[in-house]
């Protein structure tokens, strides 16, 4: 029977034609490493090998070769795929999130109040796993927009060429997107041999987008404005959570659109770290007992690593987990293997739990320590914030002034423990944006006065590098590796400062603030024909001398916010000034230095 099913899913593999079936190496086995009856095999192997029969244990090479290709194909397949989750209780997603979703899904099928679910979280949090082992055990059927791949190109027409027919193939990936949601709400499936008693209750899906609605969100809330207005079933936008702030939820369903459109939101984390090394460990355990030796068990502590490393991915983890239980001679050579692990012997088993959970710590304070394929560890801004500020020094060598002439012994500092650049790096913010928050917040870490004023140099030098706007690009790793190192040498006396709050740069609302006037001058002053700078820096204080009655209110109103220094009092920083400017009163100093 085994042998039949195998054979079965042969056959059902050859439906596809491997990517590199016309590779000349094929017919032999792949970087020479397959025995002599593999290769004799492949060659001899003939099209259609469900046709063939042959009992199981039979010594034919032929059934050999069959066994150890489906066993191959086997192994090939993803793991993701074979142990996707097929009912709620395998899902690796909090059951309150499952339950969110059951609730809304049900209310909007049962009801003639059909409506937008959107999901938004981090990638590979089970998001489309929820929706889909949901609507499967729920009875519906899932319809999913894909964006289409053809490669006809879309080519844009003036209105009136467009009502002609042999022009109507090329219609763009928006008018298709509004095409199929549209239809797909108006009409029913079609009823098709051998769908039994499948229901005509459906869920619309989108999880992949037409750029177009990056661009320009708005096409897309046309869209579903028509959509609400003849809404029949549910539709389920799945978002996932990117760095890059053009991209994510907030820029397709900003909130104004949420509230307009009765958008209901429901928002995943990560997957927990017990949770999924519960399935990582299910997944272990079965594949070590199927493959009869062909894949490797996973130790706990590599299954502890990949759950460190895949920062919630279950996707990650688990391809992550199939990767590094392959027997290729390569990948037991360390290819794939930990960075810094060393390889697993008869001793590595006698090393006690209180080591490993030692081990298991370090690796995880050691950022840098990844399973190769980790997915990248990114830093929560004001994580990232806090390791330069509260930053944290090696202090087992304790030589002060090793390695320095006796003269620079003061500039002597204990190694750091991690490195400045890949902290900045990992907040996923430029480094001029970073600078500008150690700007902000670095006063409350500094105890000396003369500590801070290095500091301030080093911050300052650390912005002229990236003046120019030619060379910024290049400049910026530079200017934060500058700001961030010089900030950290400065400080000489660093003490623990327990909790401080961190504060955004005040260089935003007044950049935000600069914009905005440089608009309003431009549109309220346009007769003058000057630049925004020249109007707010050269007109508009001379205008603000002059009594002119024939200026409009608006511009009056302008006129005196902007064209008269403020002599308004800002909160925040001010309140050093005084206890430094009594410092310096208090020191002897020389006429120049006053
Ligand atoms: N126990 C499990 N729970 C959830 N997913 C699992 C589980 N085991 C394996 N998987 C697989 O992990 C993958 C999870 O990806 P999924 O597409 O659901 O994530 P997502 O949150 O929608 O992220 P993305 O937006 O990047 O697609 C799926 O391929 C699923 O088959």
Redesign the pocket.
Known sequence: VSFTSLNKQITLNRWVDPSFADFPGENFSLSGMGNGSQVLCSKAQPKRPGKRKAKAGSSDPHTHCLLNKSAQSDQDEP???K???RSQA????HKKKIEEVENWIRVHTNTQQSGILL?T??????????V?VLSKELGLRVHEWTNPTNHEPYIYLPSHMRIDKKFSRFTSRVSQFQDFLLRANKYNCLRMVGDGGATDRKLILV?DFPNQFYRQPGSLHDILRRFVKTSRCPLVF???DSLRRDSGSGCLFPKEIQDELDINSIS?NP?APT?MMK?LSR?STLEAGKSCGMTRTSDQALLETLCSGSSG???SA?NSLQFSTLTDISLEKGLWRMKTDKPVTSLGRAVSRKKQRKKSKETKEQDEEQAIGGKDASLFLFRALGKILHCKRDDTDCVPGAGLPSHLSHHHREKLQLSPELVVERSHISGEFFNLYLQQNYLDFFSEVEDMDRASEYLSDADLLTADWTSRSTMGDYGSSLATRGLLHSNSRQVSVGFRPLHKPNWLLVNKNHRENCLAAQFLFRSFCLTPVSLQTELLPYLAKLNNPMRNQAQIAFIQDVGQMSLRRFPGRYKFCLPIMLLYSNVPCSHDDS
């Open positions: 793991w993701v795929d142990y996707s989750p395998e899902l690796a997603v999901l979280g981090p990638s590979g949090c089970g998001k489309t796993a929820t889909q999880e799945i978002v996932s995943f997957v949770t399935v997944i991915d279950i996707r688990v």
